[in-house]
């Protein structure tokens, strides 16, 4: 092994730790003059594929991986074995955390490594180093770089492992639901998007403009929560393109049969009637597929518990990104929870608790997912909206804790205040840099006297009352 063939767990230095402190000398030297250069290979390689440049190509995450990168380099040499090595490898392995978080591909990784390394190998040749410090220099260089690798692949794949367990997880726990329910929500769903249709036609809103099934109630479900309830099932495949074919064909000659008072117009609705019946069909046997599952729910709130909060946030931020679609997630804490649990006891504090998850869940989508963060905190996912879309559902949850009565054991009636943080995404691949973002937004909240939304990033406004 690398630390040990340099020495790590010897006290005494003989005149090969000497040569190896000469070599280490003029490597960090040549590391250094060059790093921005090696940092640029490095970035380069990872650019060069299709998958991963879509994400690093993000400006937060440009500057801080070439940042980082160049530290990383520099720390790789400086770092010295005989010393304890364990602060050193636990780094190694939290870098290797966040590329299985964000998905940078492990080949490309240790593809841009070994550029990195034939590239300083190259440039310690044209140095006329004697022959053993040469060889030194080198092969320090690969032992101190494989090293680090291999303890970031160690937990590349084990992050990656533990994610696929979760999705896997999460698909089950969706599946376990109130089956019968949901199947008749999103069919009651679907025929309300059709007679809406037909109402912007011929009814009491004719002339209106006619909306997307996309964007639908149903449509925001069957992409952000069929997809995972029901993966690899091949109806689901056919009732996204029904929907497309909707949206991108039919739509638009309806209201062009519609501007110019053509005789298509029947045909058309005949058409689009048609694809509505081979949808609900479909439905049917998506839901025919399901089997049951593991519980996934927060036992008190009735919520999604953390577990499967890497699952969901990574695969929203994967369709924002791959869409170009927003989305927004906010950070609730209700007020000054503590008093109620030292007046009134623990069991008066869950009571509050499962009331403000019943307001928050009244007030967001179907197709929006609600978490129990932490003890009186709580997560919410918008998915496909935007930062002040997200502000007026933050003010909306505010607004219905401040004027809902709470019940507590005893009769007795109070009611709560919570503070908001808002964070839309914004390029970054990592959810965990949302979620930071959300939780500084809360934080500022609190400090501007609490019972108000920040926006991440904005300036303050006072909150509505």
């Not at 340099?6 to 060059?34: A, K």
């Not at 069909?281 to 709130?301: H, K, M, W, Y």
């Amino acid at each position: 092994m690398a630390e040990q063939s340099e020495g790590r767990f010897s006290g005494v230095r003989s005149p090969g730790d000497r040569s190896r402190d000469e070599s280490r000398g003029i490597l960090l030297s040549v590391v250094t003059e060059r790093a921005d250069s090696l940092v640029k290979l490095f970035y380069d390689t990872l650019l060069a594929d299709e998958a991963a440049s879509a994400f690093l190509s993000h400006s937060t995450v440009h500057n801080r991986l070439s940042l980082s990168l160049r530290n990383w380099l520099l720390e790789l040499l400086h770092a010295r074995w005989d010393n304890d090595p364990s602060a050193f490898d636990e780094r190694q392995r939290a870098i290797g955390d966040v590329h299985a978080r964000i998905k940078i591909p492990i080949h490309l990784v240790l593809q841009g490594a070994s550029l990195i390394k034939e590239a300083v190998s190259a440039h310690l040749v044209k140095l006329d180093l004697p022959r053993e410090v040469l060889a030194e220099a080198i092969i320090l260089l690969d032992q101190r770089i494989d090293y680090a690798m291999r303890l970031m692949s160690q937990a590349y794949v084990s992050g990656m492992a533990r994610r696929a367990q979760l999705d896997e997880a999460f698909k089950l726990f969706a599946l376990g639901q109130d089956i019968t329910l949901e199947r008749e929500s999103q069919r009651a769903a679907l025929m309300e998007w059709s007679q809406s249709v037909l109402f912007s036609l011929f009814g009491s809103q004719a002339g209106a403009d006619l909306k997307p099934i996309c964007s639908s109630p149903f449509g925001l479900w069957l992409h952000h929560r069929a997809s995972v309830m029901f993966q690899d099932v091949p109806a689901l495949e056919s009732i996204e393109s029904a929907m497309q074919q909707v949206d991108k064909v039919l739509l638009p000659k309806i209201e062009e049969a519609r501007a110019t008072n053509g005789p298509d117009l029947t045909e058309t609705l005949g058409r689009l009637q048609a694809l509505i019946e081979q949808m609900k069909f479909l439905l049917a046997d998506l839901f025919q597929s399901v089997a049951g599952l593991e519980n996934g729910r927060d036992p008190l709130t009735r919520t999604l518990n953390r577990r499967f909060l890497p699952s969901i946030l990574s695969r929203e931020i994967s369709i924002a990104g791959k869409n170009g679609s927003p989305f927004t997630i906010l950070m609730i804490d209700v007020d000054h929870f503590k008093q109620i649990n030292d007046r009134w006891g623990h069991s008066a504090g869950d009571m509050v608790l499962r009331q403000v998850a019943e307001a928050v869940l009244d007030t967001v989508r179907l197709s929006d997912f609600v978490f129990r963060y932490g003890g009186e905190e709580f997560l919410v996912a918008l998915v496909e909206t935007a930062a002040e879309p997200g502000f007026t559902v933050a003010e909306r949850i505010r607004e219905a804790l401040m004027s809902r009565e709470m019940h507590l054991p005893d009769g007795t009636h109070l009611t709560v205040t919570a503070s908001i943080g808002v964070a839309a995404h914004e390029g970054h691949p990592d959810y965990a840099y949302l979620i930071e973002a959300a939780d500084q937004a809360l934080y500022q909240a609190k400090e501007r006297g609490r019972n108000r939304t920040v926006i991440a990033g904005a300036s303050p406004r006072q909150p509505l009352r």
